[in-house]
C-alpha cells in the first residue's frame, strides 16, 4: 500500500489525470494519495476530483487533502512535485519584462529570461521539500513535473543529492507525432532518444529495424506536415535529428527564429499553418501563458462538471511516466522511460553533473539511468549553450549570487542575440526586483546593495 | 526471420539449454539456429540436439550445421559464442603445471594463473570472429559466454569497438536463488541489486517483503548445515558485509584466504582441482547425450536461468528486461578503472542493450575487484600487443599466485606453461623477453 504524495495538487487538470492513472493502476489501486497545495480552495477542488474517481469505481483507495506539507511528506513512497511557485502572476512577469527589453518568449517556461527565474522561484522550494523528506520519508522517490526541468533537479541533485527523477511527456507526444507522420502504427515504432529536457534528439527511430527516418525526410516535405512543426523540421534539416519539444519552445532555445518582434510576426508565426498547434499561439510571444490562463478557466469548468457527476472517466491511462514508475517499481516489472538524471558520463560529450534526458531502466530498484554510447558532436553543442545558462542559474538559486543570475541572462542563446550587456543587466535588476517576493535566497543581497 | 549463431555449438548440454530457452518463446518461432563447432562429430551431435527439441517444442526451427564458420556468421541477428580452445588437454596443463610450483587452482577458467592462459588462447580466437562478424553480420550482437569471461570483453570491445557484444554468465541469478533458498523465501520474492566484475559481483541489496534481507542471510549462516554449502562465500560476507556471486570453489582463488595451505583448505571444504573432474564429466556427459540421441532418448526441457534467450526475445519484441551483463566500464562503476569490465544491470529492449550506471561500490567491495582487474587488463594488453612481460606481470599481480609464489617462482611457472601451450598462444607472448627468470628461478622440484 504505497503513499503517494502530490505537491502543488491544485493544478487540478495534471492531479486528475495522473490520479486516474495511479486508479488505473492494479498495483497502485489501494494507494494513500495525499494531496498537498498552499492554495485551500484548489485543493479541496482536487481532493473532490480524486476522490470522486475513487467512489465511482468503487476502490480502496484513501484520499487525503492537506496544507501541511510536513504531514503530506511523511512516510511517502513516492513524491510528486507539479506546483508552480508565483502562479501566472509570476509567470505574466517572466513574458512582459523580457519583452520591454525585445526578448520575445513564446513560452518561457525551460531557458531564456522567463525560465531562469522560474527556477530561481522554484528551486528553494524544491530544497526545502528534499530536507523534508530526509527527515520524514528518507527513503521516498521524489518525481519532478516542476519546470525548468533541467535547471531544478540538477539543484536538487547538486544540493540534495536526493534520489530523483524528472519527468516530461515531450518524449512520448514527439514520438506519437512522428510515428502519425509516416503512417506506423505508435506501438511498433522503436525509438532511442537523449539530450536534455525540451532538447533531447531522436538518435534512432525505426521499426523492426528498418530506419524511419528516411520517411521522416520524405514526411517533412508535405505542406500539412511543415505547418505544424516548421521550426522543429527546420531544426531537423540542418542539425540532422528530431528534437522533443514543441516549435514554440524550440524557438526560443535558440537564436535563429525570434529576433525580434518583427521577425515573429513577419517570418514565424505565417510558417505555422496548423491549427493543432494554437495552443501556443502560432509561436506569437506570450502564447503560452495565454494558454495557461484559458486552461485555468476550463479546469473550472471541468471540476464544476466532475462535481456534478457529468464529467466522463477516463479508461485508459496517459502518456505521462509517473504511474508507470511507480508501478514497476512495486511490481518489479521492467519498463524504460526517457527520465531527466544527473549526468553521471551517460552522455561524455555534455559536462559532468548536469541534468540529461536518458534512457532509464526502472524496476524494483528504482530508476536506473542508462548510458549512451554515441552522441552526435553538433546535438552536444546546441546542448551546451543551454546547459551553461543552467549552470549559472543553479549557482545563482543555490548561493544566492546575485551575477550569477545576470551572468545566466547573458548566456542565454536569443537574449544575447537581441540586447547588449547594460539592457540585461537592467532587465535582470527590474525582474529581481519585481519577483522578490518569491525570491528568498536573494534578500539579503538585495538589502545590501540597497535594492536594484 | 531471426538468425541465431552458435559458435562452439558441440557443447550439446548447453547448446541444448539455450535452444529449449529460445524454443519456448513463441514470439521466436521459425527462428533459423546456425550451428557451427569444428569438431565434425560433435557439429552433427548438435544438429541432432537442435531438431529433437525443436520438435518437442513444436518451434519450426530451421536448423543449419556449418563446419565452416564464415557461413554459420553470414547475415547473422545474434552470435553466440560457447567455445572451449584447447579443450581438456589444455585445461589439464592449466591445472598441473602450476601444482608442481605449489601453487593449487580449484576452476582455473576466469582469473588467476588458469584465468591468464584461458585468456591467452581465447583472445585471438574472439578477436577474429570479431572480424569475420564485422564483415558478415556488422549489426549482430555477440553474446558471450566463454571464459574468462573480463578478460575476452576487454580484449573485443577495445579492439573491436564497432562489434556490438555483451558477456552473460549466470552467476547472478543462480546466487540470487542460492541466497533465496538459504534464507528460505521463494526467489522471486527476492528483490537484489547487484555490481562488480565478473565472478566477482556483490549483492549490494537483498529485500524480501520489502525488508532488508541480510540480516536473515547472516542469521541463516549460523546454521551449521547452510554455512557448509557455502562456507567461502559465507565467510566472505562475514568480514566483508556482502555476498558475493558465483560460488565458493570459485571464490576460494580469487582471494588469499581459503587455498593457500592444507589447513585452510581443508577448514573451509576447498575442492582442489574441481574443474578437471567437471571437465571429465563433461567429456562423459556428452558422449551419453550422444548415445542417447542416436537412440532416439529422451532429454528434460526446463527453463534455464540464462539472459541469453532473454535479450534475444526482448530485442526482437521490444519487451524490456533487467539483466546483468558484462560491458565495458565507462563511469558505470565510479571506483572501478575506467575501460575494465564491469558485471552490472543493463536494460535489453529493442533498441538493445543499455548498461545501467551504477556509482561507487562499498570501498572494501571495489578493493576485492580492482586486483584482477589488473591482471585482466595486462593479459589483454600482452594477447593485444604480442608482449611476454605482460604475462609475467599479470601473474605477479595475481593475488593467490603471488600469496604462494615468489617472484622468481611465478616468472619460471609463466615460462613454462608458454612452452606448453606453445602455439596455442599468440606469437609475440612465445619469444622470449629480457625479464623472465632464466636460470635465475628456484628449482620447482625444491619447493
Redesign the interface.
Known amino acids: 500500500m504505497p503513499k503517494i504524495t502530490l505537491i502543488g495538487a491544485g493544478s487540478l487538470v495534471f492531479t486528475r489525470n495522473l490520479c486516474s492513472d495511479i486508479l488505473l493502476t492494479p498495483a497502485l489501486q489501494d494507494s494513500t494519495i495525499s494531496l498537498m497545495d498552499i492554495d485551500p480552495t484548489r485543493l479541496s477542488q482536487a481532493r473532490d476530483l480524486v476522490q470522486a474517481i475513487v467512489d465511482r469505481r468503487g476502490l480502496d483507495a484513501r484520499v487525503e487533502a492537506t496544507l501541511d506539507r510536513r504531514k503530506a511528506v511523511r512516510d511517502a513512497d513516492y513524491v510528486v512535485t507539479t506546483f508552480q511557485q508565483g502562479g501566472l502572476d509570476a509567470y505574466a512577469l517572466d513574458i512582459e519584462i523580457p519583452q520591454r527589453y525585445g526578448v520575445e518568449q513564446c513560452v518561457g517556461d525551460t531557458l531564456g529570461p522567463g525560465g531562469v527565474f522560474r527556477a530561481l522561484r522554484t528551486i528553494p522550494i524544491l530544497i526545502d521539500l528534499c530536507d523534508d523528506m530526509d527527515e520524514l520519508a528518507p527513503d521516498a522517490l521524489l518525481l519532478n513535473y516542476v519546470n525548468p526541468m533541467a535547471a531544478n533537479c540538477w539543484a536538487v541533485d547538486a544540493a540534495t543529492g536526493r534520489p530523483h527523477v524528472g519527468l516530461c511527456h515531450s518524449v512520448q507526444f514527439t514520438s506519437e507525432m512522428l510515428a502519425g507522420w509516416v503512417g506506423v502504427p505508435y506501438e511498433e515504432v522503436v525509438f532511442l532518444c537523449a539530450g536534455i529536457n525540451h532538447q533531447a534528439f531522436f538518435l534512432q527511430f525505426q521499426r523492426n529495424g528498418e530506419a524511419l527516418y528516411p520517411a521522416i525526410w520524405k514526411a517533412i516535405e508535405r505542406e500539412e506536415v511543415y505547418g505544424k512543426e516548421p521550426v522543429r523540421i527546420k531544426i531537423m534539416k540542418h542539425f540532422g535529428y528530431f528534437v522533443t519539444e514543441s516549435s514554440g519552445h524550440a524557438s526560443e532555445y535558440a537564436p535563429y527564429f525570434r529576433k525580434s518582434a518583427k521577425m515573429v510576426d513577419e517570418e514565424l508565426v505565417p510558417l505555422f499553418k496548423n491549427e493543432g498547434d494554437h495552443w501556443f499561439d502560432f509561436g506569437r510571444t506570450g502564447g503560452y501563458l495565454r494558454h495557461c490562463i484559458e486552461r485555468f478557466e476550463e479546469s473550472q469548468e471541468h471540476y464544476q462538471e466532475s462535481k456534478d457527476d457529468r464529467a466522463e472517466l477516463p479508461t485508459e491511462r496517459t502518456h505521462e511516466y509517473g504511474s508507470y514508475i511507480m508501478e514497476a517499481v512495486e511490481t518489479n516489472e521492467p519498463i524504460r522511460v526517457n527520465g531527466n538524471v544527473p549526468n553521471r558520463g551517460l552522455i561524455q560529450n555534455l559536462s559532468k553533473g548536469c541534468c540529461v534526458e536518458v534512457p532509464c531502466l526502472v524496476d524494483g530498484n528504482g530508476v536506473q539511468p542508462t548510458t549512451i554510447g554515441y552522441y552526435p558532436t553538433q546535438l552536444a553543442a546546441l546542448n551546451r549553450t543551454n546547459i551553461n545558462v543552467q549552470e549559472l542559474t543553479v549557482e545563482a538559486a543555490l548561493t544566492g549570487d546575485t551575477e550569477a543570475v545576470h551572468h545566466a541572462v547573458m548566456l542565454d542563446p536569443l537574449t544575447a542575440a537581441v540586447c547588449t550587456l547594460p539592457q540585461i543587466r537592467s532587465m535582470v535588476e527590474e525582474m529581481l526586483e519585481a519577483q522578490a517576493r518569491w525570491l528568498p535566497q536573494f534578500q539579503e543581497k538585495l538589502k545590501v546593495m540597497g535594492g536594484p | 526471420m531471426t538468425r541465431i549463431a552458435f559458435i562452439g555449438a558441440g557443447s550439446v548440454e548447453f547448446t541444448k539449454h539455450l535452444l529449449t530457452d529460445i524454443f519456448k518463446f513463441s514470439d521466436l518461432r521459425g527462428a533459423t539456429i546456425s550451428l557451427h563447432d569444428i569438431n565434425p562429430e560433435r557439429l552433427e551431435t548438435a544438429g541432432m540436439m537442435a531438431r529433437w527439441t525443436s520438435d518437442k517444442l513444436g518451434a519450426g526451427a530451421k536448423v543449419e550445421e556449418h563446419l565452416e564458420r564464415r557461413a554459420a556468421l553470414d547475415s547473422a541477428d545474434f552470435v553466440i559464442i560457447m567455445v572451449q580452445i584447447g579443450m581438456h588437454e589444455a585445461t589439464l596443463l592449466d591445472f598441473e603445471i602450476p601444482r608442481k610450483y605449489g601453487l593449487k587452482q580449484t576452476i582455473a577458467d576466469s582469473m588467476g594463473i588458469g584465468g591468464i592462459f584461458r585468456g591467452l588462447r581465447t583472445i585471438p580466437f574472439v578477436l577474429d570472429l570479431a572480424r569475420d562478424m564485422r564483415e558478415l553480420c556488422p549489426?549482430a550482437l555477440l553474446l558471450n559466454y566463454t571464459n574468462p569471461m573480463s578478460m575476452l570483453m576487454e580484449a573485443l570491445y577495445t579492439a573491436h569497438p564497432e562489434v556490438r557484444s555483451v558477456g552473460l554468465c549466470h552467476s547472478v541469478p543462480y546466487t540470487a536463488r542460492e541466497i533465496a533458498s538459504y534464507i528460505g523465501v521463494p526467489h522471486e520474492e527476492l528483490?537484489f541489486?547487484c555490481a562488480g566484475i565478473n565472478h566477482i559481483a556483490w549483492m549490494t541489496?537483498l529485500?524480501a517483503g520489502g525488508e532488508d534481507a541480510y540480516p536473515r542471510l547472516f542469521e541463516a549462516m549460523e546454521d551449521p548445515k547452510i554455512y557448509a554449502r557455502d562456507k567461502v562465500r559465507f565467510e566472505l560476507m562475514r568480514h566483508f558485509g556482502y555476498f558475493v556471486t558465483e560460488s565458493s570453489e570459485h571464490n576460494a582463488e580469487y582471494t588469499p584466504y581459503f587455498l593457500r595451505d592444507d589447513g585452510l583448505i581443508e577448514r573451509f571444504d576447498v575442492p582442489v582441482d574441481e574443474y578437471i573432474r567437471r571437465s571429465e564429466r563433461n567429456l562423459e556427459r556428452y558422449a551419453e547425450t550422444r548415445r542417447k540421441l542416436l537412440d532416439g532418448g529422451s532429454f528434460p526441457l526446463e527453463r534455464s536461468v540464462e539472459y541469453g534467450s532473454l535479450i534475444i526475445h526482448s530485442m526482437v519484441t521490444?519487451r524490456?528486461?533487467?539483466i546483468y551483463g558484462n560491458v565495458e566500464n565507462?563511469?558505470?562503476i565510479?571506483n572501478l578503472p575506467q575501460g575494465c569490465c564491469v558485471e552490472v544491470?543493463?536494460?535489453a529492449?529493442?533498441?538493445g542493450l543499455?548498461?545501467?550506471?551504477v556509482?561507487d561500490l562499498p570501498p572494501q567491495l571495489a578493493a576485492t575487484c580492482t586486483p584482477h582487474t589488473t591482471v585482466q587488463n595486462l593479459t589483454v594488453r600482452a594477447a593485444l600487443e604480442g608482449k611476454r612481460e605482460h604475462v609475467y606481470h599479470a601473474a605477479m599481480l595475481d593475488r593467490h599466485a603471488s600469496s604462494v609464489l615468489s617472484l622468481d617462482q611465478i616468472a619460471a611457472l609463466v615460462d613454462e606453461l608458454i612452452d606448453a601451450h606453445d602455439e596455442a598462444l599468440p606469437e609475440g607472448i612465445r619469444e622470449r623477453s629480457r625479464i623472465g627468470p632464466s636460470g635465475v628461478a628456484e628449482n620447482p622440484s625444491s619447493v
Do not use: H, I, N
Request: positive net charge.
Open positions: 549489426r528483490l541489486e541489496r529485500e521490444g524490456s528486461r533487467t565507462k563511469a558505470l565510479g544491470p543493463v536494460l529492449d529493442e533498441t543499455r548498461p545501467c550506471y556509482g
